[in-house]
């Protein structure tokens, strides 16, 4: 099993930027950020496959959002920009094998999310 870990939440105000953080404990051929707010379905907001760096990023954050990796440590980031009110979820960092998927049944390992709030 790949255990991850996510840190990086908290409050911003709108038009503010937030990175949220990623540790796997072992090697994940595809990690992804997805977000659910209050009454909300999971959405995948942006993937990475880890071999080729290969994106993959939600219409609603496009240009606003940036995910990246640092193989050696593991980690995935996701760079959060030009925050609105309309991004304030729990984020939650995902691990699979399916490309760049961004629908939450391709991922097979969670964290356990950290929380945005934007004002």
């Known amino acids: 099993d790949v255990q991850l870990v996510e840190s990086g939440g908290g409050s911003v105000q709108a038009g503010g930027s937030l990175r949220l953080s990623c540790a796997a404990s072992?090697?994940?051929?595809?990690m992804a950020w997805f977000r659910q707010a209050p009454g909300k379905e999971r959405e995948g907001v942006a993937s990475v496959y880890t071999d080729t760096g290969r994106t993959n990023y939600a219409d609603s954050v496009m240009g606003r959002f940036t995910i990246s990796q640092d193989s050696a440590k593991k980690t995935v980031y996701l760079q959060m920009t030009s925050l609105k009110a309309e991004d304030t979820a729990m984020y939650y960092c995902?691990?699979?094998?399916?490309?760049?998927?961004?629908?939450?049944?391709?991922?097979?390992?969670w964290g356990q999310g950290t929380q945005v709030t934007v004002s």
């Open positions: 995902a691990a699979g094998t399916r490309g760049t998927s961004l629908l939450a049944a391709a991922y097979a390992y």
């Open positions: 072992g090697y994940t051929a595809t």
